[in-house]
């Protein structure tokens, strides 16, 4: 009952308006892992990096129960590394360098015990990457599918051959919008799922997120932060939470995704309060637990 | 136990992608007016109009059971009227014209009868307006106030005063942010309720509202329209079903708050779905009924 992620890991520099950090440990498949971890422990990571990646970070990710047989470690290479910052709006970052290195020729190959995993979470990839992980794969129970600003942008037609093979699309609003052409979020989803996904899960940062099936609608509510210390990772934390969390649950009913999308809000919300993943290096279940009740009572009428 | 409204009332022209509308029933009164009616059957209105005022707009007024002895018929004067248009964004009207005519010279005198109201809504005027209405008030119970931009830039020392005397301020995101200079909402709502009133609701369009005091926190979802017609008075219809709604329930517990911001969340989502108060006219308590509880289900985990 293994959770497979299939996305980047990364050495970020960011700055915000509460400090700055350098080189620090970031990737999408990395803060995907790391929130998963709070909730279930078969999660396999595919990912490439460089001899440059530092060993306490593999340590780090090994500490949290992470298996890292699909994580190709490049002789000589370099990690892939990116840099930026959020100055006014927190939920848009102002890139001042991407350096692929090692990643711009990431080929995910799956290890075999890898290809019969249940759930399969593709990460904000090139969607012909995304495709060729979903060749790899036996029979997935559930595929979860991330994409971007770029994808949609350059590489339309291949991303919607890879969303009629996904079950669940996670996005944030501006990309719901680009991606169908709809300003009205509501009217954006329902014709997000005409391309494939039976749900969709629509990230409104501080507004909370919205899930739509052709038959329900959930509302879930952001979790009430004064302050954002680094947003870097806040969706794949969100959507690391949410299978996680979903696996442990067994279920796929609408209260499992609803319980559980409230849980990746919960741990999104930890990880925008330090910078890098280095909330989640004290966050205990206890706190996890506290916050999703919080929420409950949030929403209460 | 009447509701007293001070505001607008005025002829609106409309356009939106839907269509338009010219000099049809308007004003932040008359829309706060009707959507209190859909659960309270003793409301006040503070006003004034010309002799251009059609009588069928008095008439539909009144057959809500709207007390209209506090609307000032200007003889010779001409009605307020405002020309806006809603183009690519719905949360934003671009001004064609206001003519304010005979709302510029605006004194609001309260009839005797109306002066010991318990419920006061000051809607969105000159802050030196709200505070003569309060001097005219015997003592108030529970005093809700809304404002705009405007107001925020050129009347500043005038409105903080203004919320001195206020209880609930509802306003929009962007007024909280200019009001406060805190991009945070949660933030923003915190340093109002420095201001004066002991609760905020921050109305946030399309991802619904917040509401806060110094011990609670509520979020409210926004009811999922795939259509807006027409957002002009969603806001005084907002805050007209929530104060309509909360003197039926005739307490202030928080629960009584919440159930009450829902009310206006419903009544302001029929709104916007026709032009001007049109929904409205055929609008039925079971119609109300069964979107609340739609919003029951949508936040439901």
């Known amino acids: 009952m293994s959770i497979l992620v299939v996305g980047s890991v990364a050495l970020d520099s960011v700055e915000t308006p509460f400090g700055k950090i350098e080189h620090a440990l970031g990737g999408s498949a990395t803060y995907f892992s790391i929130a998963a971890s709070f909730f279930y422990h078969d999660i396999y990571l595919v990912g490439v990096v460089g001899t440059d990646f530092p ?3 593999v340590d780090f990710l090994v500490s949290r129960g ?10 000589g290479g370099k990690t892939f590394r990116w840099g930026g910052s959020y100055v006014d709006d ?5 890139t001042h360098f991407t350096d692929l290195n090692v990643f711009s020729d990431f080929q995910p190959k799956l290890p075999e015990s890898y290809k019969n995993s249940p759930y399969v979470f593709l990460a904000n990839i090139n969607p012909e990457l995304q495709i060729n992980v979903l060749k790899q794969m036996t029979n997935p129970k559930l595929v979860v599918c991330d994409t971007m600003n770029l994808w949609i942008d350059i590489s339309r ?3 919607l051959e890879t969303l009629r093979k996904v079950d669940i699309l996670i996005l944030n609003d ?10 009205n979020l509501t009217r954006a989803g329902k014709k997000i799922l005409t391309f494939g996904p ?13 899930s739509l099936t052709e038959s329900t609608f959930f509302s879930a509510p952001a979790y009430p932060l004064t302050a954002v210390v ?14 996680g969390s979903l696996v442990t649950l067994n279920g796929l009913s609408e209260q499992d995704i609803r319980r559980s999308i409230i849980n990746g809000t919960v741990i999104a919300s930890f990880n925008v309060e330090d ?7 004290t966050l205990t279940p206890k706190e996890i637990d506290e916050r999703f009740h919080q929420l409950e009572e949030i929403v209460r009428f």
Chains 1, 2 share one sequence.
């Not at 047989?69 to 490049?74: A, F, M, N, P, T």
């Not at 501006?174 to 300003?183: D, F, K, P, V």
């Not at 680094?230 to 299978?243: K, L």
């Open 198 to 210: 039976t749900r969709v899960i629509i990230k409104k940062g501080e507004h909370g997120a919205i």
């Open 90 to 94: 927190l939920n848009a970052a102002k």
């Open 174 to 183: 501006a990309e719901a919008r680009q991606l169908t052409g709809e300003n």
């Open 275 to 281: 910078f890098s993943l280095d909330r989640q290096r």
């Open 157 to 159: 037609p291949m991303l």
């Open 66 to 75: 992470i298996d890292l047989d699909g994580l190709e470690q490049i002789e």
């Open 230 to 243: 680094d947003p870097t990772g806040a969706g794949d934390s969100f959507a690391g939470g949410f299978m």
């Open 55 to 57: 060993k306490k970070h």
